[in-house]
């Protein structure tokens, strides 16, 4: 009988190909978190600059409160999904929480980003249907689009162009469900979501936009990049996650679709996971006030990520695109790039080490995600630990 794990063997080859002299990026563990920034990695103090804490609110007291209590009042799970005994009053007033954020009149809230994609893709779209998606989507939009019975296309990465000729190809009445994403994780890209809502609504496409990275950088209430492009209204749905800038877990969808509450009814991950815990819904509502509320935070992530992209770019490293929370360090070699990774956990900062084939266009990476609750000082450590990997390696340089 044949190994189930025989198709696996490309990627174990692939895997075995990493020669790692000290640490594991794929095995590392933080022994005891700090703060949003600072963990215990392999018994070091660690400066932590890969986790997608946008807006350093995973310590908020604030947040801290409204999980502890919850906690306390309603205990440690729901034991049911939200169509049996899975909705609590809590789980309505965070999707009314969201709803405000966005300005929009429904949101559903999901146990993960992940199934929040998996959730609407596979809900909204399905047979003699077609889905446009950008080259360079997430692999939860990719999974999404697996589970529905759609067509699916793929444009160019960020061409809005290219997205404008495929949907005029069309045949006129076919349903059609364009997505994108505000903020790309890997290489800290904007979409131009202005000219991405005029293809759409030229053609009479229904467009997602998944603001995944971009909920709390971008816009003046931190909804993300479709409000600080103008075009938040011209958008059919918007999807995020809770495990980047509120600091938890789960997801959602927000839209003004009259019809939009069928899809409780109608989305399989939404029907049949259980939905979040107490604690879980607190802390996010909690967030997702402080996000529209408070500018401070999105204010000091700002300050430091204009702080880094500069520090890096005058360093003459090749960076992934212009300065985001995100920002991508481009490596040619791929031994070069694991070694650099190496030293730099060696030195006590924590990045993320991407490699192909997941990612853009096969090149391999140093991702920065930086926090708000970095200080100007942690920020100089991190330069001065990339400094030191640039004298000490042969890094491409732009």
């Excluded at 266009?361 to 708000?372: E, M």
Aim: aromatic share 6%; proline share 4%; with cysteine.
């Amino acid at each position: 009988m044949a190994d189930l794990f025989d198709k696996f063997e490309g990627l174990t080859n692939l895997r075995n190909t990493l020669v790692f002299e000290k640490t594991d990026p794929y095995k590392i563990v933080m022994e005891d978190v700090i703060s949003p920034t600072e963990a215990i990695i392999d018994g070091k103090h660690t400066i932590l600059a890969g986790t997608n804490n946008y807006m350093g609110l995973t310590f908020d007291q604030r947040c801290i409160d409204a999980a502890q209590n919850a906690l306390t009042m309603s205990g440690t799970g729901t034991t049911g999904s939200r169509v049996l005994n899975g909705t609590y009053a809590a789980h309505r007033e965070l999707e009314a929480a969201i709803a405000d954020l966005y300005c929009m009149e429904h949101a559903m809230v999901f146990s993960t980003g992940f199934l929040a994609n998996l959730g609407m893709i596979s809900a909204l779209a399905g047979k003699n249907d077609i889905i446009m998606i950008d080259a360079d989507s997430h692999a939860s939009i990719y999974d999404g689009c697996g589970l529905s019975d759609a067509t699916i296309t793929r444009f160019r990465h960020n061409d809005a162009a290219d997205l404008d000729k495929r949907l005029g190809r069309l045949n006129a009445g076919r349903r059609v469900l364009v997505i994108v994403e505000g903020l790309y994780s890997m290489l800290g890209d904007k979409a131009p979501l202005a000219d991405i809502v005029a293809a759409c609504k030229k053609h009479d496409a229904y467009l997602m936009v998944d603001e995944a990275h971009s909920l709390g950088p971008y816009g003046a209430n931190g909804q993300g990049v479709a409000a600080a492009d103008g075009v938040l209204d011209q958008v059919d749905f918007i999807v995020g996650t809770f495990s980047k800038s509120v600091g938890t877990v789960g997801g959602f969808c927000a839209s003004n679709h009259p019809d939009f509450e069928i899809l409780r009814l109608a989305s399989r991950p939404y029907m049949f996971s259980a939905s979040l815990p107490p604690s879980v819904v607190a802390s996010a509502t909690a967030a997702i006030k402080i996000i529209k509320e408070d500018r401070t935070p999105q204010q000091n992530l700002w300050r430091n990520a204009k702080q880094l992209h500069a520090g890096l770019t005058e360093m003459g490293f090749q960076l992934g695109a212009d300065c985001s929370p995100v920002i991508a360090v481009l490596i040619d070699d791929r031994d070069v790039a694991v070694r650099s990774w190496e030293q730099l956990l060696d030195e006590g900062i924590y990045v993320n080490l991407a490699l192909p084939p997941a990612t853009p266009q096969n090149t391999n990476l140093l991702r920065c995600s930086l926090s708000a609750a970095h200080t100007p000082d942690q920020i100089d450590q991190i330069l001065a630990a990339f400094d030191k990997v640039k004298n000490s390696n042969s890094v491409n340089q732009s």
